[in-house]
Nanobody
Framework: EVHLVESGGGSVQAGGSLRLSCVGSGFTFDDYAIGWFRQAPGKEREGVSVISRHDGTTYYADSVKGRFTISTDNDKNTVYLQMNSLKPEDTAVYFC?????????????????????????WGQGTQVTISS
């Protein structure tokens, strides 16, 4: 059974930083794309960043490019999301998710942006609150 556990959320002021962590178990971590999504109250869940463990290819939503960085630690089966220059609009519950597609397929050149439907296993989420 796939199991994903997020940590690292919290409350910071605008301009601050947070690093989210997601530890995965129950599957071969480097076979599938791993990503971060977020959902604010009253809004749909949106993709923030995705990484292919196979070749390191990454995807970032336009709203976080240049501010967020996704990375993995192979030995620890962990994926991180370093979030800098945080804005109030980044406030949301952040979820870690594992795709049923390989990273090389999901993040292939000219592929459409990943969506929640491409991911089948989800963590419980961690709250991120940014105050102005």
């Amino acid at each position: 059974e796939v199991h994903l556990v997020e940590s690292g959320g919290g409350s910071v002021q605008a301009g601050g930083s947070l690093r989210l962590s997601c530890v995965g178990s129950g599957f071969t971590f480097d076979d599938y794309a791993i990503g971060w999504f977020r959902q604010a109250p009253g809004k749909e869940r949106e993709g923030v960043s995705v990484i292919s463990r196979h070749d390191g290819t990454t995807y970032y939503a336009d709203s976080v490019k240049g501010r967020f960085t996704i990375s993995t630690d192979n030995d620890k089966n962990t994926v991180y999301l370093q979030m800098n220059s945080l804005k109030p609009e980044d406030t949301a519950v952040y979820f870690c998710a594992s795709s049923h597609y390989s990273g090389s397929f999901l993040l292939a050149r000219n592929a459409p942006p990943p969506t929640a439907r491409d991911f089948s296993s989800w963590g419980q989420g961690t709250q991120v609150t940014i105050s102005s």
